[in-house]
């Protein structure tokens, strides 16, 4: 995380005596929130292959669950009202130490006056967050292919790009002939097949 962020961070983890974990790539989550059970306390995960900013993010985005939880168990929404007021309380000493970009700043403050976005999968904010991963020249977005161009991801499997539907798009795996729903900032690999009119 920026460098500046890690002593607030340490005294959260000492305060709520939580069991901090930096875990493995994890492709259907960056992170993770899990209240107190039994013998265990708090805890709290997240993936190690972020970069800085998308890691504190996401550190800050659990740590109100931490505090929500706290405040009311689990009798509200994840990531309703009361948490929404904990992201935003907790983010605010972030930026008044400007650890972040400007456009992360303003990508943050967008996503916390945007009710509608149910967290920080908000495509806004991730873009803004994923202008600082490290490139792989061989990798785009699938948002940015064209219509119908093929392209393949880490197993292998090859696919069409086909209509978005709200927030993902439909691909025809080449492979099997099934359909899959894609997130538009996937990660994949550009196919050397020239894209074709679809039907």
């Not at 109100?64 to 904990?86: C, F, I």
């Not at 400007?102 to 806004?124: K, W």
């Amino acid at each position: 995380m920026p460098e500046g962020a890690a002593p607030l961070v340490a005294r959260w983890i000492d305060y709520f005596q939580c069991e901090f974990k930096i875990a493995r790539n994890r492709n259907t989550k960056l992170g993770d929130y899990r209240h107190p059970f039994g013998s265990k306390g708090h805890r709290i995960s997240v993936n190690h292959n972020l970069n800085n900013y998308a890691f504190l993010v996401t550190t800050v985005h659990e740590f109100a669950h931490l505090l929500t939880w706290n405040d009311h168990k689990n009798r509200v929404k994840p990531h309703g009202a009361e948490w929404k007021q904990n992201f935003k309380r907790m983010m605010q000493p972030f930026f008044e130490l400007r650890v972040f970009p400007e456009d992360i700043h303003r990508a943050i403050d967008r996503y916390l006056s945007n009710p509608a976005a149910a967290s920080c999968t908000d495509l806004h904010l991730a873009r803004a967050l994923k202008k600082y991963d490290r490139k792989n020249e061989n990798q785009v977005h699938l948002e940015q292919l064209p219509l119908h161009a093929v392209f393949s991801i880490k197993d292998g499997r090859r696919f069409r790009k086909g209509e978005q539907i709200r927030k993902r798009f439909r691909c025809l795996c080449l492979d099997n002939g099934q359909m899959y729903l894609f997130n538009a900032l996937a990660e994949v690999v550009r196919g050397t097949e020239s894209p074709v009119s679809g039907t």
